[in-house]
């Protein structure tokens, strides 16, 4: 049996007097590629912002294979392995393509190997292998912010990949994507998680029905179930929150 | 030596230093002396332009040490002349610590008589002070319009320190008769030499993996700390920098211009250095050089020609510039040559949103 990369144990998040993460317990195996769900408000986006070291956790533990990390900076959190991807694609909007990769690429992090730094020819191929994963080989000498709304997604996809993490977060990736570019990307997502850890927050069911075959559903700050897409579909209290009456399969 | 630019940039940096070079020969001592002033402002805008234009933070509290590194030069050749000129000084004692009841220079300011020593004790002490100022501010993660104010607070506080202990500072008055090095050919170039060794190694800094971080900062700094970047740290490096880049400019400046008063280290200065580098294009480091020499030429030329009404004019064409190019003269000019090259390239040239800059709250 597979052990697991991220345990998270009673973890209760306070802001504001509001309990946003409520006693949550969440444990994701080596290699899994597992899909959170919820409706608005139930912590999803939080629970990652905890987990990256936005916000420090209100009491609980987070462990990183069995090293906790809960509360430490978000650099020495980065440095243990763990990338996140932000909903609202956050890319370097006057840089070129290849300069965002640039800044994602793994290594150099302090101020002084970074004045040293110079990116060899080992670098560029490796950043030009992940552009041509992304379809964005083509634009790599083109400023970000010349990029379309699933374009600069990608863009960020790719850097976070750049980064090369053992647990790659993805919060609504699909978030503002057509039709054709969510296919893309739920290919995309799926070849990922053939070499590391992915978790993905996602609302569009259609699209967590074409990657997931683990889903946590999280509601008002708990996990309320999880399971397979079926289970999940199936549970009678999910379709209740999730919407109102209506059932989670139709809430796309 | 390619000074790190692109080559078809580069004949005109070597032209531009040159004719800055033959200047004095055509131009007589007081265009000389006057244009040794402006590159201690540029160099001034340039180490702004390191901390706003490419990393995003807004500081008004840049004078600060341009001032500082000033101050310590004036002081020390105050001292010096006092000692050595009994005919003007008979007591041997600057004459503001005479009339504030002084009878000999305090023990501590001794060492800085020798010029050798205070020169670089002022760079020092400038770099000193901005890293325990940044650490301060970027640790405590103070950012956008806050930095601003603090940064202010930070000009005014020093400001108001000189104008108080004018026993030591010289007050309100400043320092004045401590002989200068203007009509000095050699000091003209001294500064011109020093301006393009800052030119150089702002551009190593900027082209730089670290200058791509900075910049990364400069577009979203929440980003680069999940890419695990330490961004406090960037920034206090890159401060502490420009920091001492301007207390080189500023003692350059007080040893040429023969006296210094609180308006070389107040608000006043720091936000002229803003609309300099504003007007020549924040971001990209010649703007720095064009912005300064052209404001401060106008602003020249004009008040000779116009008494009263060249502040006016000046106002006008910043508000010119910033109204119709928002990236500045030089962001303006690079970005149609970059527009130019795509289509040449023949590729359709994509929609241009006006560059943003420093954002008040990072995104996401």
């Not at chain 1, 850890?197 to 699209?207: A, G, I, R």
């Not at chain 2, 078809?8 to 004095?24: D, Q, T």
């Not at chain 2, 008589?113 to 501010?137: C, D, K, Q, S």
């Not at chain 2, 010649?286 to 060249?310: C, D, H, P, R």
């Amino acid at each position: 049996m597979a052990s697991n990369i991220l345990e998270i144990r009673d973890l209760v998040n306070v802001a504001s007097g509001h309990t946003i993460i409520d006693h949550l317990g969440l444990e994701i195996e080596e290699g899994e590629l597992r899909v959170l769900v919820g409706p608005n408000g139930a912590g999803k986006t939080t629970l990652i912002d905890v987990i990256t070291g936005r916000f420090k956790p209100t009491s609980g533990q987070i462990m990183f294979r069995g090293r906790s990390i809960g509360g430490r900076p978000r650099h020495e959190i980065y440095a243990a392995g763990i990338s996140r991807k932000f909903q609202v694609p956050t890319v370097y909007d006057n840089l070129t393509v290849f300069e965002n990769m640039s800044v994602g690429l793994r290594g150099h992090r302090k101020v002084f190997s970074s004045l040293t730094y110079r990116i060899t020819s080992k670098a560029a191929a490796q950043i030009e292998e992940v552009l041509a994963r992304i379809n964005l080989l083509a634009r790599a000498g083109d400023e970000a912010h010349t990029l379309s709304h699933g374009e600069k997604q990608w863009l960020e996809i790719g850097m976070v990949l750049a980064s090369d993490p053992q647990l790659f977060l993805l919060d609504e990736p699909t978030t503002g994507m057509t039709r054709d570019e969510t296919t893309k990307t739920a290919e995309l997502i799926r070849d990922i998680a053939r070499r590391r850890t992915v978790m993905v927050v996602e609302h569009d069911m259609s699209f967590v029905r074409r990657i997931a075959h683990k889903i946590t559903v999280m509601h008002q700050g708990k996990k309320l179930t999880e399971g397979s897409v079926r289970e999940v579909e199936n549970h009678p209290r999910v379709a209740e929150v999730y919407l109102g009456r209506q059932k989670i399969s139709e809430a796309t | 030596m390619s000074l790190g630019l692109p080559r078809r940039y580069l004949a005109l940096a070597v032209l531009v230093i040159g004719v800055l070079f033959v200047f004095p020969f055509y131009a007589g001592d007081f265009r000389m002396n006057q244009l040794g002033l402006f590159l201690c402002f540029v160099m001034f805008a340039l180490s702004l332009d390191l901390i706003w234009g490419f990393t995003g933070i807004l500081s008004l509290g840049n004078a600060v040490y341009f001032g500082g590194g000033a101050y310590f030069v004036a002081l020390s050749l105050k001292l010096k002349y006092a000692a050595t000129n009994p005919a003007r000084y008979g007591s041997g004692i600057p004459d503001f610590m005479e009339w504030n009841g002084l009878t000999a220079v305090p023990v501590w300011m001794r060492p800085l008589e020798n010029i050798w020593f205070a020169a670089p004790a002022g760079i020092l002490a400038m770099g000193l002070l901005a890293f325990v100022f940044g650490f301060i501010t970027f640790k405590r993660h103070i950012y956008g319009v806050y930095c601003a104010v603090i940064t202010l607070a930070e000009s005014l506080i020093f400001e108001e320190l000189i104008i108080e202990k004018q026993a030591y500072t010289g007050g309100f008055n400043g320092i004045t008769d401590y002989g200068s090095y203007s009509s000095n050919i050699n000091f003209y170039w001294v500064i011109l030499a020093v301006t393009v060794v800052f030119f150089w190694l702002a551009r190593r800094i900027t082209t730089s993996h670290f200058g791509m971080i900075l910049q990364s900062i400069r577009e979203n700094e929440l980003r680069s700390e999940f890419f695990g970047f330490e961004v406090a740290n960037y920034k206090i490096f890159v401060f502490t920098v420009a920091a001492m880049m301007s207390a080189v400019a500023g003692g350059l400046y007080a040893a040429l211009n023969g006296i210094i008063s609180h308006q070389e280290i107040g608000p006043l200065l720091s936000v002229e250095g803003v609309i300099w580098v504003a007007v020549g294009g924040r971001g990209t480091l010649i703007g720095a050089f064009v912005g300064t020499i052209l404001i401060k030429g106008a602003e020249s030329l004009l008040s000779e020609q116009f008494a009263w009404m060249w502040g006016l004019l000046v106002g006008l064409i910043f508000i010119l510039v910033i109204v119709l190019m928002p990236d500045g003269i030089v962001g303006t000019l690079l970005r149609r040559a970059r527009r130019r090259r795509a289509l040449a390239a023949g590729r359709a040239p994509a929609y241009e949103p006006r560059a943003t800059g420093a954002e008040d709250t990072p995104t996401a």
